[in-house]
């Protein structure tokens, strides 16, 4: 008996919508005597190569690798700039004028452009300057007093802390300054009781230090007279090898 083939279509089109050139999958039986087998057919459209799905499997595996090594990359980066420290902690050691050790420290914070000298007398009586670059202020708070003294920043004072500025970028903590090789210099400031700042006009780390004081402007002045008297002194050290010996006193009213 001969075996006729006899196709009995099952045609269902599926319309996918994921599919990007709508191909059609058509199902195709053929029946035999014994059984009824499936078998491929198509309608004339282009089969997809495997190659195809594995070329676009692979190319999302590697950008996905590439997203996450970027996404590691710039989180360590990150974690090492919050990691580094912003401020750097200098000693200058300089004798003075009669040959004692000023005790000196200096914190500088490079990002801020800050430089906050912490000055210790003989007395153990210690002072505190800040440097404000950015502002170009320059702030005194003496020892066992609540007063600040402020005034503004000249060409010899960018000098100064800028020589602290360069040669602290580069890691150095500790300045040995020579008696024999420093200048020293005096300068006279004369206070102007009557013209008192408000503190909260002031930048915050101006704020934080004089937060529980008065403040007033100061100006530079070539000595106080005989009628007037001296009232306090800070010596300040750079390692430019120039010391500078600030002394305060009061302007008549």
Same mark, same amino acid.
């Given at each position: 008996?001969? =075996? ?6 099952? @045609?269902?089109?599926?319309t ?14 053929? @029946?035999?005597? =014994? ?6 057919? =198509?309608?004339?459209? !282009? ?6 799905? *594995? ?9 996905s ?18 990691? @580094?420290?912003?401020?750097? #902690?200098?000693? #200058? ?5 009669h040959?004692?050790? #000023? ?6 914070d490079?990002?801020n ?6 000055? =210790?007398? !003989? ?21 066992d ?8 920043m ?16 580069h890691? /150095?903590?500790? *300045? /040995? ?10 300068? *006279? ?15 915050? !780390?101006? /704020?934080?230090?004089? /937060? ?7 100006q @530079?002045?070539?000595? !106080? ?12 050290? *750079?390692?430019?090898? #120039? ?11």
């Amino acid at each position: 008996m001969s =075996t006729s083939s006899v196709v009995v279509a099952a @045609r269902r089109e599926q319309t996918d919508r994921g599919a990007a050139k709508g191909h059609r999958m058509v199902r195709c039986w053929k @029946r035999s005597d =014994t059984r009824l087998e499936e078998e491929q057919c =198509t309608d004339g459209s !282009p089969v997809a190569s495997p190659w195809s799905h *594995f070329s676009h499997k692979a190319f999302w595996v590697s950008l996905s690798a590439l997203l996450l090594l970027v996404i590691v990359a710039l989180g360590l980066t990150g974690h090492l700039g919050l990691s @580094r420290p912003h401020s750097q #902690i200098v000693r #200058i050691a300089a004798p003075d004028q009669h040959g004692a050790l #000023i005790n000196q420290t200096a914190v500088v914070d490079l990002q801020n452009d800050l430089v906050t000298f912490s000055v =210790t007398s !003989p007395a153990n009586r210690t002072s505190t300057v800040l440097f404000d670059v950015k502002h170009g202020l320059i702030c005194y708070k003496p020892a066992d007093q609540d007063s600040c003294f402020l005034r503004t920043m000249e060409k010899s004072d960018y000098d100064g802390v800028n020589s602290l500025l360069r040669k602290s970028a580069h890691e /150095q903590s500790l *300045f /040995q300054l020579s008696g024999n090789e420093t200048q020293r210099q005096m300068e *006279f400031l004369g206070v102007l009781a009557s013209s008192q700042v408000d503190v909260t006009s002031l930048e915050e !780390p101006l /704020q934080a230090l004089c /937060q529980d004081g008065s403040v007033h402007w100061t100006q @530079r002045a070539d000595g !106080p007279g005989k009628q007037r008297l001296v009232y306090f002194c800070i010596d300040i050290c *750079f390692p430019s090898n #120039i010391c500078v010996s600030v002394c305060f006193y009061y302007l008549p009213e």
